[in-house]
């Protein structure tokens, strides 16, 4: 869907904003790092740019480093202990391993370290898991530490103005199907609120109408055939592929439709196709000027 | 066994797959699928797809111009159920089965336990492979996280019951005091959870353990099976970049695991055209003398009389600009076909197709795409 793309270039643009921002990328695949064309960061926040910080999520590491702050140990005091509690709690409670992921961005935004956190979540199966955490944990867990975390968690992820999903979906149907699923997920399971969707990969319009009409009359066999005289050679791929991009884009157009009509009061911010080779930094710049134009309408 | 990662066309392939068999190749197919957004049931027309097995009518076939030699299945897997019914089946007897199910740990974690989904249809398989009804059997595996949980999900739930982590969960809390190796790790548990919650999950575990003996034999059992001759993995995936890593993955693990990848499906391949370098020079030769070129073409007695020229320049550069575009995702794909290559022999590309299948006749396209490249 390009999640990754869409957190880096919303993060790059709150930065050079004069933003101080952290953005996490929730299942440490190494994307996140590869998007500044950074090495792979791990736990502890790393500037990858002026006042922009970038971190891989660990629940193990989250969890050790709070254990430490409420217990006041060094945090390699509770290393084995801790990492054999991880395995057995991880595995035995729905939530924990959610909670202490989510609980450490929200602590973050607690302390007021930086201005704007930007987490870079997994895939919508998981998502609401993530984020129904403390009410999942207020449910199974009566006492103890990660109890007395709920409250506050819970505060900061249904206040509307310190808090927002932000879905990316590209204009295609499993995407959108699972889009409007999620919206109503988020929704009923969640305190989170929807602030957009980002719609991703949008593919550029050639033509107007008129420039439409033009096309056809190009597409006939007695213009194919001056063209491709004049280029010195066959030029009909060139005319196919513009017919390729015309169809597939009407296809994704009518995905967006779709979109709109299920979810009509959600704000929709387009980011382009765009077309690279690779995707490191530039295309992060890319999107956050994209972001930047659409955030500005 | 179809596999890989999310989003690629799993489950129209596995379709394709089972459609082609059944009027191809004849006798009695049937299509799995774990996929909660039922689309497997919509492409095969099958209006509503409800949980168990539906024949798709011969009538849906000949609505799509086939005359189908064999019968096409399919089944939709509930993996709740799926899990309830495992539990039924490996419980030592009722009054545990229900204790287990009963239980609020269990409500909680059977959604997630050990990537339940996969596991389920890998059971399922097994149960469908004993009871020999069917000549082939296509199962559209779970669009999990990572593409290759579903091969470990066996051998995982296997390691699960034997491991030192389990028997640490049930024992009963007041034993573990005495062992004075475990304390610490009790002494964060209880300050972390509260002791209640410890000793529900001790619970919990008491009881599943008593599944154990039943879930680790099942579970060679399975091992063999999908290392049986008969069992062909195909792979499917985009050549764009997140599925193509899990592709990977999963291609790597397969020879790791002493099983054969039956080959690999591409899926959304752009046209060939857009890799021929002279057209690509076409391309530029027309941005560079569009405006003389338009001219030429909207002149008197020229194809496009009557056009404005300015507004045909602009046609004409738009047409070398979107093929120089368009080129570049088709180089990108290319270099990432070259390496997927490499570990597997390509079986099949499917290109983008202008809509999305929805129907059986739309399954049979592919599927002819996919069978004449055999």
């Keep these: ?297 | 066994m179809v596999c890989g990662p999310g989003g690629v066309g799993k489950t129209t392939l596995s379709a394709a797959l089972g459609a082609m068999a059944a009027v191809h190749q004849g006798g009695k197919v049937l299509v799995v699928t774990v996929d909660p957004a039922r689309r497997l049931g919509q492409a095969l027309g099958l209006r509503p797809f409800h949980r168990g097995q539906q024949r798709v009518p011969d009538a849906a076939f000949r609505a799509a111009g086939a005359a189908p030699r064999g019968e096409l299945w399919a089944e939709l897997l509930d993996a709740r159920a799926g899990w309830d019914a495992l539990v039924s089946r490996h419980a030592p007897d009722r009054e545990t089965a229900r204790r287990i199910l009963a239980n609020e740990i269990y409500q909680g974690i059977s959604e997630r336990f050990i990537q339940s989904h996969d596991y389920i249809a890998i059971e399922r398989l097994f149960e469908l492979h004993s009871e020999g009804d069917y000549d082939l059997i296509v199962v559209d595996t779970p669009p999990t996280r990572n593409a290759v949980d579903f091969l470990l999900a066996p051998e995982r739930m296997a390691d699960f019951f034997s491991s030192r982590l389990l028997k640490l969960l049930a024992t009963p809390y007041r034993s573990r005091l005495a062992d004075a190796a475990a304390r610490p790790f009790y002494y964060v548990a209880d300050r972390v959870l509260g002791t209640r919650f410890l000793e529900q999950v001790a619970e919990f575990f008491i009881l599943f353990q008593t599944l154990s003996e039943g879930f680790v034999e099942r579970a060679k059992e399975v091992e063999r099976l999908l290392s049986d001759e008969r069992t062909a993995f195909v792979v499917v995936s985009t050549l764009e970049t997140v599925p193509m890593r899990e592709a990977e993955e999963f291609l790597r693990l397969l020879p790791a695991k002493g099983l054969d990848a039956g080959g690999l499906v591409l899926n959304r391949a752009l046209p060939a055209y857009l890799f021929d370098a002279e057209l690509a020079s076409r391309a530029s030769a027309l941005a560079e003398r569009a405006g003389e070129l338009a001219s030429a073409l909207s002149a008197p007695g020229a194809p496009l009389e009557g056009f404005d020229a300015p507004l045909v320049q602009r046609v004409l550069g738009e047409l070398a600009a979107n093929f120089h575009n368009v080129a570049v995702v088709a180089k990108r794909e290319a270099a990432r076909r070259a390496e997927l290559s490499r570990q597997v022999g390509v079986l099949a590309e499917v290109p983008e197709l202008p809509d999305d299948v929805h129907d059986l006749a739309g399954v049979l396209e592919v599927g002819r795409r996919v069978w004449s490249q055999r």
Excluded at chain 1, 149 to 164: A, E, R
Excluded at chain 1, 185 to 192: D, I, N
């Design chain 1, 1 to 297: 869907m390009g999640k990754t793309a869409v957190s880096a270039g919303l993060a790059y643009l709150a930065a050079s904003r004069g933003k101080r921002v952290l953005v996490c990328e929730m299942d440490a695949k190494g994307d996140l790092a590869l998007a500044f064309e950074a090495a792979p960061r791990g736990f502890d926040p790393k500037e990858v740019a002026p006042r922009l910080f970038a971190m891989e999520m660990d629940p193990e590491a989250s969890l050790r480093q709070y254990l430490s702050l409420q217990l006041r140990l060094p945090r390699t005091a509770v290393f084995g202990p801790v990492a054999r509690m991880f395995d057995f709690v991880a595995s035995a409670a729905p939530g924990v391993r959610e909670i202490v992921s989510v609980g450490k961005l929200v602590w973050e935004v607690r302390e007021r370290h930086y201005d704007l956190v930007v987490a870079d979540a997994v895939s919508s199966g998981h998502v609401t898991g993530l984020l129904s955490a403390p009410q999942t944990i207020n449910r199974l867990v009566q006492v103890g530490l990660v109890r007395q975390q709920t409250s506050w968690m819970l505060d900061i992820l249904s206040d509307p103005s310190t808090t927002g999903a932000l879905v990316v979906a590209t204009p295609e149907e499993m995407p959108v199907t699972e889009t409007i699923e999620l919206a109503s997920r988020l929704e009923a399971e969640t305190t989170v609120a929807l602030l957009g969707i980002v719609v991703n990969r949008v593919l550029p319009e050639l033509f107007g109408t008129r420039e439409e009409q033009v096309f056809e009359a190009l597409s006939s066999p007695g213009s194919r055939s001056v063209l491709s005289a004049s280029l010195g050679g066959d030029a009909g791929g060139l005319l196919d592929a513009a017919r390729w991009m015309v169809r597939t884009r009407r296809s994704r157009a009518s995905h967006l439709q779709r979109l709109r009509e299920a979810l009509p009061q959600a704000a929709l911010i387009y980011v382009p196709y765009l077309f690279l080779r690779s995707f490191g930094l530039r295309a992060t710049r890319q999107v956050a000027a994209a972001l930047a134009q659409e955030l500005e309408n």
